[in-house]
């Protein structure tokens, strides 16, 4: 490790950003990181599904943008890209997973679950968009991606449950 980098727990609790980048403090879970800042996140999708929309769209986009940089500040700090324990890509990618699920904890948990599998397992492109863009938005892009992939599982589960 680079004698230059800060640790986790230093990035974590050193600055607001940090405290973000870390999902609260969730990404420093010495197991599943990922995991444990997507669980995290879970209370604030409930709230964020209670915003109206012309509140909520936007909102997710300036989280987005926002993470962009938060991500890019903390990598730069860890001394490498998208260390396991900077969440707040799996925090906005949920909460991106959610906003296309009715409010109950079956969808929620459903979302929760796709979206993990997409993220842990990188189906094309989503390996891709993780090698491709650098910094910040690479950090970012790759679980939006995974996100999406569970919208669309979501979406067509929901689509045969009411065929039903």
């Known amino acids: ?5 800060l640790t986790a727990r230093q990035i974590a609790f050193g600055s607001l950003s940090g405290f ?3 999902g609260f403090g969730s990404g420093l879970a010495p197991r599943a990181p990922g995991t444990m800042g997507t669980l995290a996140a879970v209370p604030l999708a409930v709230a964020l599904k209670l915003l109206p929309a012309v509140v909520f769209w936007p909102l ?7 993470g962009v940089w938060i ?4 990598s730069r700090h860890a001394g490498e890209h998208d260390p396991g324990g900077i969440v707040w890509d799996e925090m906005v990618a949920y909460w991106l997973a959610t906003a296309f699920v009715p409010l109950s904890w079956t ?3 459903a979302a929760f679950v796709l979206f993990r599998l997409f993220d ?7 390996g891709w968009v993780e090698k491709r863009f650098g910094g910040g938005l690479g950090i970012m892009l790759d679980d939006i991606v995974a996100a999406l992939y569970a919208i669309v599982i979501l ?3 929901g689509i045969l449950l009411h065929s039903m």
């Open 71 to 74: 991500c890019d500040v903390a």
């Open 107 to 109: 969808w929620l948990l």
């Open 60 to 66: 997710l986009i300036a989280l987005f943008v926002a």
């Open 155 to 157: 979406q067509a589960a």
């Open 120 to 126: 842990i397992f990188k189906p094309w492109p989503i």
């Open 20 to 22: 973000l980048a870390y």
């Open 1 to 5: 490790m680079n004698p230059d980098c």
